[in-house]
């Protein structure tokens, strides 16, 4: 085969590459790798990759690769089974669970880094082949809060709404809550402008590989106490307002609300809010000037803000102040949210959620089921209504009236998932759980039936990226004998289901009939082919048939009917999660330059893992010397809902009040066994960031001291 252009698998950043065919290098070496990655130029990475990246092909022949479907047998263990065998058992159960207990019985839960394809199909699948509306993705652990903050604001929920590379003239750039010099090295090439003008500035508890961008003169970086990014923006808010840097122009001509966010936030003057985020009253007006500074100024939230159950105000709260300041449309200007899986953006845009259909359409819309029961072929009545987001799905996991069965596509639920104790004993109650996967994850091998699918060399498809922009996911080789596509397992068991629906199995078929689904929606792709892609236009939904594509939202009116965006007040709840008190530390969680997700798949690439081989906790040295801590030794963090054993990474790099854990690790190192599963009210985004624990020291022969 000949070289293909793609984009890495792993962040929203899709970065592109090129992928060569392996061609006579040794049989070991072409087992190995059997592409070889070359970076490709691209407005988001410029030809750059990450170490992720670079070592990506390493994963498509790799030893623990499935070869062939597992089905649990009558000893307890999983054995190789065909996939005739494996698909008529999973059929089989199937129906059975659904005559006992009704459709609902069976649950869905998808991925952000699924194509489009494969999410559309999945949605569909959900819904018409197995007539259950209980299917969610792991999306709402990633982008709800931001999606549900623009939405109410803009009327629109689209990571980026302008084009990476306008970031390169910005002499502002504000980033909350995000390290994208860990997640998405190649994105840092962006900040050279406002670094280069002193303008970067970061807020984050931690002093991360971002917040040191700003050293020597390049920007600053905030530090203020975990969990109190709300007040840290309602006192920025507060001073714009106060000391007039407000744009009344834009304000008047392209907003409402502005009166109830302005007495939202009259009573967070500096000084008071100094006294909760502890960040100086000085540095917070100097902060607030410098965006009001009349420059070319962005706003960027992360999951760091937004992964709370206070996660949605945050967000809002962040928009309010881009609005206050006349950001967003305005040219050389803008607010945005980092979308972090591959295909974060178009994974929540085409019917994984529980509530919508393709085209970001609203499940509960009359005129949106019409619209799409058209394109099936089937009556509006058919189509289930809205089912329950993603917490919410998972712990009705063998619960009276609950779910019997569970599909999972694209996810390792028992080490991404808040509370993961409470999911695994949830997991140990179904009657039958399916996991597709190309390797035995932690939730694979809890799974009955194990269906293995193919890697993104081994596929075309398209994913969108976190500008929205849509591109091509291109085959570059051969998937080995014993492993299906995902659109040919959903197809087989609708068939083996006696759907009478249509599912197809190419995927440029079924991207025609995505387009068609989504024609008139939010997300439009309508105007979107495979054709239009390979010859490397620029496609930004929304993008109508017969129209172009729309790199940059919001330059003459937000979505909302009347054209205008919203401001809208929010407040800070004191009871909104628990706050450490006598001897406890609040833990933060997130990711590591070497590792992605679960870790599912870097855990399985010897670089990486030889780089990051377990979990470490980050402790302040003077949090270190008050616990007795060395670094290096064991360390047990724990709560009300489990327990974390790693060892001590001594750093100054963290506040005193605070202790990290990275959440890509499986086992009594899953940072999510301390973490709740309580949710934000609009969002239902679970509290990832900010969990209350102990820590202790332990002795290497593991007797607690």
């Known amino acids: 085969m000949t070289p293909a252009p793609s984009h890495c698998p792993y962040c929203a950043l899709q970065c592109a590459m090129t992928l060569t065919p392996t061609t006579g290098a040794s049989a070991a070496d072409a087992a190995a790798a059997p592409v070889t990655v070359t970076g490709r130029e691209f407005p988001t990475n410029r030809g750059g990759l990450c170490k992720k990246g670079w070592t990506s092909a390493e994963l498509l022949r790799a030893p623990s690769r499935l070869g062939a479907p597992l089905v649990r047998g009558a000893d307890g263990a999983l054995h190789e089974a065909s996939w005739d065998e494996a698909l008529d058992l999973v059929a089989a159960s199937l129906r059975g669970i659904r005559s006992a207990h009704g459709a609902d019985a069976v649950g869905v839960f998808g991925g952000g880094g699924l194509t489009n394809e494969k999410a559309y199909l999945l949605g569909k699948f959900a819904r018409l082949a197995l007539g259950t509306s209980r299917i969610d993705y792991n999306g709402r652990y990633c982008m709800s809060s931001a999606a549900a903050a623009g939405n109410r604001a803009f009327g629109v929920d689209r990571g980026l709404p302008f084009p990476l590379e306008d970031l390169d003239d910005a002499s502002t750039i504000l980033l909350l809550g995000t390290n994208v010099a860990e997640t998405m090295p190649p994105f840092i090439g962006h900040l050279a402008g406002a670094q280069a003008a002193g303008g970067l500035v970061v807020v984050d508890p931690r002093r991360t590989a971002t917040a040191r961008l700003t050293d020597d003169g390049r920007g600053l970086h905030v530090q203020p106490a975990p969990g109190t990014d709300l007040v840290l923006l309602l006192g920025l808010a507060h001073i714009v307002i106060a000391e007039r840097l407000v744009d009344t122009e834009y304000l008047g001509r392209r907003t409402v609300g502005f009166e109830s966010v302005r007495r939202s936030v009259a009573s967070w003057w500096p000084e008071r809010v100094q006294s909760v985020t502890g960040v100086a009253a000085l540095t917070l007006r100097r902060l607030a000037r410098r965006l009001a500074s009349g420059g ?181 080789i051969a998937p080995p004998a014993g492993v299906r596509d995902e659109l040919w397992i959903l197809a087989e068991l609708a068939r083996r289901l006696g759907s009478t629906a249509a599912f197809d199995t190419d995927p440029e078929r079924v991207f025609e009939e995505l387009r068609l689904a989504s024609e008139g929606g939010i997300a439009d792709y309508s105007g979107i082919d495979y054709e239009l892609l390979d010859r490397g236009e620029a496609a930004y939904w929304p993008y109508p048939r017969g129209g172009t594509g729309t790199p940059r939202l919001f330059a003459d009116r937000f979505a909302h009917p009347d054209g205008l965006a919203r401001l809208v007040a929010v407040s800070v709840r004191e009871a909104a999660r628990p706050r450490p008190g006598d001897g406890e530390l609040t833990l933060l969680t997130g990711r590591l330059l070497e590792h992605y997700q679960s870790g599912t798949q870097t855990r399985r690439v010897p670089e990486l893992l030889d780089a990051q081989p377990e979990a470490l906790a980050s402790l302040h040295p003077s949090t270190a010397e008050r616990l007795g801590i060395e670094d290096g030794e064991l360390v047990e963090l724990a709560n009300g809902r489990g327990t974390v054993r790693c060892r001590a990474r001594i750093t100054t790099d963290i506040r005193p009040d605070a202790v990290f854990v990275p959440f890509h690790y499986g086992g009594g190192q899953a940072a999510n066994l301390l973490t709740s599963d309580a949710v934000d009210p609009v969002s239902s985004m679970p509290e990832f960031k900010t969990n209350v624990v102990r820590a202790r020291r332990l002795v290497e022969a593991g007797v607690l001291v």
């Open 296 to 476: 070319r100024t962005y706003i960027l939230t992360g999951r760091g803000v937004e992964q709370h159950v206070d996660g949605t105000d945050t967000a809002t709260a962040a928009i309010n102040l881009a609005l206050l300041l006349g950001l967003p449309g305005r040219p050389g200007s803008g607010y945005g949210t980092l979308t972090g899986q591959g295909n974060g953006q178009g994974g929540r845009e085409h019917g994984q959620k529980c509530d919508q259909l393709p085209g970001y359409r609203k499940i509960t819309d009359p005129a949106a089921r019409a619209h799409v029961a058209r394109v099936w072929g089937v009556d509006p009545s058919e189509i289930p209504g809205p089912g329950v987001p993603a917490v919410e799905l998972l712990q009705l996991l063998g619960a009276p009236g609950g779910v019997h069965a569970l599909l999972v596509h694209g996810s390792n639920l028992v080490v991404s998932s808040p509370n993961v104790a409470a999911v695994r004993e949830g997991i140990a109650r179904l009657d039958l759980l399916v996991v597709c996967d190309f390797f035995l994850s932690e939730t694979a091998a809890l799974a009955d039936v194990v269906l293995p699918v193919t890697q993104w060399a081994e596929e075309d498809g398209t994913m969108t990226n976190l500008e929205g922009r849509v591109i091509r996911r291109r085959r570059a």
